[in-house]
């Protein structure tokens, strides 16, 4: 099995080399029309089908085959719904952004400017969760000799 993968990955660089190749110019107003941008494409998907499948399959399997993992990945998934929430408390759907995207010729709504703001505060916590949890380890195992 491992053989064939490596054989289908070595066809899939050559064609890839080959339609690189035979790309069009960049000055070409009809490059993006072309067969070897759209072959590109079309191989792009195929891989990214590949890997998300692959993703899911293999995640899901040792998700149902691990004692304790789904309890685990309940919680996360709550602790994910409670940031989400909190976020969406603490954005505000600023009148004055709306009246300036207005200003810009961009049509917005509140309840989009809020949606955006949720989005950031999402990020943002996260961002700071994440390095906590990396900082947090170092500094115990520094001063906890």
């Known amino acids: 099995m491992n053989k064939i993968i490596k054989i ?3 066809v ?9 190749f035979s790309l069009p110019s960049q ?3 009809n490059a993006i029309s072309s067969g070897a941008m759209n072959f590109m494409f079309v191989i792009t998907y195929i891989l990214l089908a590949i890997a998300v499948v692959a993703a899911l399959f293999f995640g899901l399997a040792k998700l149902f085959t691990t004692p304790g993992s789904i309890k685990k990945a309940l919680f996360a998934l ?4 409670i940031i989400v929430a909190i976020s969406y408390g603490l954005s505000s759907n600023n009148a004055a952004v709306v009246e300036a995207m207005s200003g810009r010729g961009i049509e917005t709504t509140e309840g989009t400017v809020k949606n955006i703001g949720m989005g950031l505060n999402v990020f943002f916590i996260l961002t700071v969760i994440a390095v906590l ?4 380890p170092g500094l115990k195992r520094m001063f906890v000799k």
């Open 78 to 81: 709550g602790g994910l719904a």
């Open 133 to 136: 949890l990396m900082i947090l």
């Open 27 to 29: 000055d070409d107003p």
């Open 8 to 10: 289908v990955l070595i």
């Open 12 to 20: 899939i660089g050559l064609i890839a080399a080959v339609l690189w």
